[in-house]
């Protein structure tokens, strides 16, 4: 087959990318809007308030990663416990998927750490270099003394609320009010800059490039709609044809008047009248805008709305929308894990114990012939009050402590290692591992642990 020359030429010829414009949104107002605002703030003041919050004289949210201890409101949580972690992530992703099903990307809009902190970087930007005609200038303007400092003072802004972030992400890791005095190991300084770095990054320089091409969850979220779910569309049917003589129109329904201030205050620079598209992240702002509009043009709201594809092509919707295979199954599997998890966290012992054979000598004679073993016992007490604990033994016909019963006191949320010397008649223990069990019983509760070991005879 022969190729014609011009194919050929054009297959050859490399493709001229697009130099990348930065996206400068407009500001818009509305109760979309409103809610956004109110959602920064909310999910601000957990994440910058929770550290420094006391529960029974400690740290409330405390992720002690040195002693392998996590505290959460009074609840003790070790790496035996790390099951529950487990629940939480599948519940947070079934909630997620279960979300989006019903309403599409709400999360990414309001929500999502990265859509927050790029809302509070612009808000910054605004604050000093002014709205998004002045940005825009601003880029386009040679360097100058006022680009200078505006540019600087804005990097300044920036940089101080992403160390600020930086020092409060550490402080749930280690205690916030020694952070706060500048009591600063090394590796808290590193992981400080390494997040306040990554904040700063993601947040202030590429911003909408991690929706548009590092988030994965903008792929496959396509994967999760169905023809019920609720997602932010372009009224076609009443918007076409658009154009300014849809203000001078007699109708008192309105179409588009092609003002494009959708697009202008899309935080992705994205024209949402050209269907859904896999970076719009669900924000609303475009709904604000364009009810905006309509309200000046005496016309009703809902040009670009919340609705779904059912309703956009005037099929009416089922009487039981919610009642759909998959919410059915997301919700069931979601209220099984929380229930579950619930039930066995609320029947948690109050108290663990771990043993570990002392390695160094095995087994030894005391003074009165018996065999002898020694153990560490590590007692960790999950509650917030002061627990005692007594410890004896079982398995062999002759085995005892070598006090009849020990007893132990271990302080809140703490954890005691303790050596205990268990002995056996050399009749009952042959050469070779039997077998015993310790039990430890708390004083406080009256709550009983069986913890399974071995005696090693000679």
């Avoid at 019903?102 to 809009?109: H, I, V, Y």
């Avoid at 709205?131 to 920036?158: E, V, Y």
Wanted: net charge positive; hydrophobic share 45%.
């Amino acid at each position: 087959m022969v190729i014609p020359h011009s194919l050929v030429a054009a297959m050859s010829k490399p493709e001229i990318q697009p130099v990348p414009i930065k996206i400068h949104p407009r500001l818009t107002s509305g109760r979309f809007n409103n809610l956004r605002v109110g959602m920064v703030l909310l999910t601000q003041l957990v994440f910058f308030g929770v550290p420094w919050l006391q529960w029974n004289g400690r740290q409330a949210v405390h992720f002690n990663l040195a002693e392998h201890h996590f505290l959460i409101f009074g609840i003790s949580l070790w790496p035996q416990d790390f099951i529950y972690l487990a629940a939480l992530l599948v519940v947070s992703a079934l909630g997620l998927f279960l979300w989006t099903t019903l309403a599409g990307r709400l999360w990414c809009g309001y929500s999502c750490p990265q859509t927050v902190y790029t809302q509070i970087m612009i808000w910054i930007e605004r604050l000093v270099q002014g709205d998004h005609l002045a940005r825009r200038k601003l880029d386009a303007a040679p360097m100058s003394a006022g680009k200078f400092f505006k540019k600087g003072a804005t990097q300044l802004l920036m940089g101080a609320f992403s160390l600020w972030t930086g020092l409060t992400f550490v402080g749930y890791f280690t205690p916030i009010r020694e952070l706060a005095t500048l009591q600063v190991g090394p590796w808290d300084l590193f992981w400080t800059l390494f997040y306040a770095g990554f904040t700063w990054l993601l947040a202030g320089v590429l911003r909408e490039k991690v929706c548009l091409h590092m988030c994965p969850y903008a792929r496959f979220q396509g994967a999760m709609f169905d023809d019920h779910t609720l997602i932010i569309s372009y009224d076609e049917r009443r918007g076409e044809p658009r154009g300014k003589q849809q203000a001078k129109s007699e109708n008192a329904v309105k179409g588009c008047v092609d003002c494009g201030i959708c697009v202008q205050v899309c935080p992705t620079g994205i024209d949402i009248r050209n269907g859904l598209q896999y970076e719009c992240i669900g924000c609303a702002a475009c709904i604000d805008a364009c009810d905006q509009v309509m309200d000046k043009l005496k016309s009703p709201r809902g040009l670009i709305r919340y609705t779904s594809a059912q309703a956009l092509q005037g099929k009416p919707a089922p009487a039981k929308s919610l009642h759909r295979p998959r919410i059915a199954v997301y919700s069931c599997l979601l209220a099984g894990i929380i229930v579950a998890s619930t039930t066995a966290l609320a029947l948690k012992k109050p108290f663990k114990v771990d043993v570990l054979r002392d390695r160094a000598s095995l087994v030894e004679q005391s003074d009165d012939g018996m065999l002898q073993n020694r153990y560490n016992l590590r007692l960790i007490n999950t509650t917030e009050q002061p627990q005692r604990y007594s410890v004896t033994v079982e398995g062999l016909p002759s085995i005892r402590m070598e006090r009849p019963e020990q007893v132990f006191d271990v302080k809140p949320a703490h954890t005691e290692t303790v050596v205990v010397r268990v002995q056996a008649n050399p009749e009952h223990a042959s050469r070779g591992a039997h077998p015993i069990h310790f039990v430890i019983r708390s004083l406080n509760d009256d709550v009983t642990v069986k913890e399974k070991s071995s005696f090693i005879g000679e």
